[in-house]
C-alpha cells in the first residue's frame, strides 16, 4: 500500500532524521525502523545493534497523511531521505518489511512519571567513557585462552547492567545514548529562535516495566526486565 510523501517541518528535521537513520545502519546493514504517525510527529524506532535498548527520534511534519503505522528498512528510507535534492524537501515511506520482535513490543505514549537523580549530561558521558575504558582494560588483561566468549559477555554483563548513579536506569541505556548521538549538549536559543518551542530537557521517565532517558535528539528507552541478548560490543 502506497503512501502520501511525509514533508520534514524544516531541514533541521530532515538532517537529523538523516543522522539517526545513518546510526542505525552503521551498527546493521539490516537494520529496520517502526514508523508511527501522531498528527504532524512521525515517531521512528529503531533498535541499535548490541545495545538492548530501543532509540526513538521524533521527526516534525508539515502536514501528514492521516495515519501510518509501519515497519520498514533503516536503509530504504534513509536512502529516500537523501534522493531529494533540496533538504527537507518531501520524501517517500519503502514498502513494509517483516518486522522484528522488538517492533511488537514498543513504549507505552502516555502515562510516563520523572524519576529523581539523573545526572548531568556531562557526567553521563564521563560515566560511560569511564566504563568503556573499564572494559577494555579488564577484557586486555584477560590471557590470550582466556579470551573467550563466555568470559567476555561476562565481563559486559557485569559492566554495563550497572545503574547509573542513583537512578535504576542501566549503563547499557547511555552508552546508546551516546553511540546514537543524543548526549550533546542541548542548542541555545538563540534571538531568532525566540519565538520557537524550547528544546526538549534531558529527563528520566518511567511507565510501567519501561524506562526512558529523554534527551533534545531524541530517547532511549528499556525494559527493566531487558529486550534480547546482552551484547558487549564496545562502539
Known amino acids: 500500500m ?3 510523501p511525509l514533508r520534514p517541518a524544516d531541514r533541521g528535521e530532515a538532517a537529523d532524521l538523516a543522522a539517526f537513520l545513518r546510526r542505525l545502519v552503521h551498527y546493521d546493514k539490516a537494520a529496520a525502523v517502526r514508523l508511527q504517525l501522531t498528527g504532524e510527529r512521525l515517531a521512528v524506532f529503531g533498535r541499535p545493534a548490541s545495545f538492548e535498548v530501543l532509540a526513538v527520534r521524533t521527526v516534525l511534519l508539515d502536514g501528514a497523511p492521516p495515519s ?3 515497519t520498514v528498512s533503516a536503509g530504504e528510507l534513509l536512502e529516500l531521505v537523501h ?13 513494509p518489511v517483516t518486522g522484528p520482535p ?4 514498543l513504549p507505552p505514549r502516555t502515562g510516563w512519571r520523572p524519576e529523581p537523580g539523573l545526572p548531568a549530561p ?4 564521563a560515566a560511560v567513557a569511564g566504563v ?5 582494560t579488564r577484557t586486555e588483561a584477560l590471557a590470550p585462552e582466556e579470551r573467550t566468549r563466555t568470559a567476555l559477555d561476562a565481563i559486559g554483563h557485569e559492566i554495563w547492567s550497572r545503574p547509573l548513579g542513583d537512578t535504576a536506569l542501566p549503563l547499557r541505556a547511555a552508552h546508546a545514548a551516546h553511540a546514537m548521538g543524543f548526549l550533546r549538549p542541548a542548542p541555545s536559543r538563540g534571538a531568532a529562535a525566540e519565538d520557537a518551542a524550547p528544546a526538549e530537557p534531558f529527563a528520566l521517565r518511567s511507565a510501567g516495566a519501561w524506562l526512558r532517558l529523554r534527551t533534545p535528539y531524541g530517547s532511549v528507552a528499556v525494559r527493566r526486565a531487558g529486550l534480547g541478548a546482552f551484547g558487549v560490543s564496545v562502539r
Do not use: N
Not at 83 to 95: K, T
Not at 122 to 125: K, L, S, Y
Open 132 to 136: 568503556v575504558a573499564e572494559f577494555r
Open 2 to 4: 502506497s503512501t502520501a
Open 83 to 95: 534522493a531529494e535534492p533540496e533538504p527537507g524537501a518531501p520524501f517517500g515511506v519503502p514498502a
Open 68 to 70: 501510518l503505522d509501519r
Open 122 to 125: 556531562e557526567a553521563i558521558g
Open 102 to 105: 522488538w517492533a511488537g513490543v
